[in-house]
């Protein structure tokens, strides 16, 4: 990954919560902040809520998420940018090692980083691991308890003690991505610790990524609902044109797996499955990009992907 931050430097911690100077005007604040945890903490369902449209993909798999997205939040007196990290977790491949690589590499960049730890599920030891890494950055770290609308409040208060007593956090803030409990607290804590700093986006830009790295995920993301559990991990997708023809998109792109009998699978009986995951994918894709989109699918094997330096180029990682 290039440079999260581009090239603004800065430390992350000093005491930067709260204005500055007695009654004057508050200060512009902007940052980047991310979310971490263990795979399928509510990472991105977060950063979606958070930024008030679909930027990250998300899916009941772990480790969904494969590229480091940066979604901008635009408020009067902030600029919050979020980005999206993959899960950190125990790698068992070539690209495993390199996700894990990303991950580290934008905690050490980031100004605040929310630690993720769902309401509904005991703290682990890879929460214990994790927060460990964390304590040897600059970064100021809140622990975020997601999915609180799962649990009952006396459940809630249980787990909120639990993870105060994990280390040492700016602040501990319960939150819902699905009902929008207590997001804009979040939000407000998590800019309270960003640098006083102009604005690093223009007021119109939602996401600096390439419409084709969006256009590829939501079309993994279609791909992911329904599969087998070992298969999740086996699908990239490359978008390999994108031709706007009038008001229509024309897209051609092409689904990876490691194995021909993972293809079948994908493909589904008489394809069934294929065109199920293009009206899926196209309807998304339509929402992101205003116009009307004809997409074309395709399913190719490139053998062991995942664990050939060769192939993960060629898939973009």
């Known amino acids: 990954m290039s440079d999260v931050?581009?090239?603004?430097?800065?430390?992350?911690r000093g005491g930067r919560g709260g204005d500055v100077g007695g009654g004057g005007a508050r200060p512009y604040r902007a940052g980047f902040a991310c979310f971490?945890?263990?795979?399928?903490?509510?990472?991105?369902?977060?950063?979606?809520a958070i930024v008030g449209t679909k930027i990250a993909i998300t899916s009941n798999k772990p480790q969904t998420t494969r590229h480091v997205i940066r979604a901008v939040l635009h408020r009067p007196e902030s600029q919050l940018v979020l980005v999206d990290t993959p899960g950190l977790h125990r790698p068992r491949t070539l690209l495993g090692e390199r996700l894990n690589d990303l991950v580290r590499s934008?905690?050490?960049?980031?100004?605040?980083?929310?630690?993720?730890?769902?309401?509904?599920?005991?703290?682990?030891r890879g929460d214990r691991f994790i927060t460990g890494e964390l304590a040897e950055l600059k970064a100021t770290v809140l622990a975020v308890v997601t999915k609180t609308d799962l649990v009952d409040k006396k459940r809630l208060a249980e787990q909120l003690l639990?993870?105060?007593?994990?280390?040492?956090?700016?602040?501990?803030?319960?939150?819902?991505?699905?009902?929008?409990?207590?997001?804009?607290?979040?939000?407000?804590?998590?800019t309270g610790y960003l640098p006083e700093s102009p604005q690093l986006y223009p007021d119109d830009m939602l996401t600096d990524d390439p419409e084709q790295v969006l256009v590829a995920e939501l079309i993994r993301e279609a791909a992911l609902e329904g599969v087998r559990d070992e298969l999740p991990h086996?699908?990239?997708?490359?978008?390999?044109?994108?031709?706007?023809?009038?008001?229509?998109m024309k897209i051609y792109a092409d689904v990876y797996v490691e194995r021909p009998s993972q293809k079948a699978i994908v493909i589904g009986h008489?394809?069934?499955?294929?065109?199920?995951?293009?009206?899926?994918?196209?309807?998304?894709?339509?929402?992101?990009?205003?116009?009307?989109?004809?997409?074309?699918?395709?399913?190719?094997?490139?053998?062991?992907?995942?664990?050939?330096p060769?192939?993960?180029?060629?898939?973009?990682?």
Request: hydrophobic residues 40%; charged residues 25%.
């Open 5 to 12: 931050r581009g090239g603004r430097a800065g430390d992350a």
């Open 36 to 48: 971490v945890g263990r795979p399928n903490a509510g990472k991105s369902t977060l950063t979606n």
């Open 106 to 124: 934008t905690w050490s960049e980031v100004d605040v980083i929310g630690l993720c730890i769902p309401a509904d599920e005991p703290v682990g």
């Open 162 to 190: 639990a993870v105060s007593e994990l280390g040492e956090f700016a602040a501990v803030v319960p939150v819902s991505a699905v009902s929008g409990h207590q997001l804009d607290t979040l939000v407000d804590v998590m």
């Open 234 to 248: 086996s699908i990239a997708v490359v978008v390999e044109e994108m031709i706007p023809e009038g008001n229509l």
């Open 270 to 308: 008489r394809a069934s499955r294929l065109k199920e995951v293009g009206t899926t994918a196209r309807r998304q894709i339509e929402e992101l990009l205003g116009t009307r989109v004809y997409l074309d699918l395709h399913v190719r094997v490139a053998k062991d992907w995942q664990r050939d």
């Open 310 to 317: 060769k192939q993960l180029r060629k898939l973009g990682f």
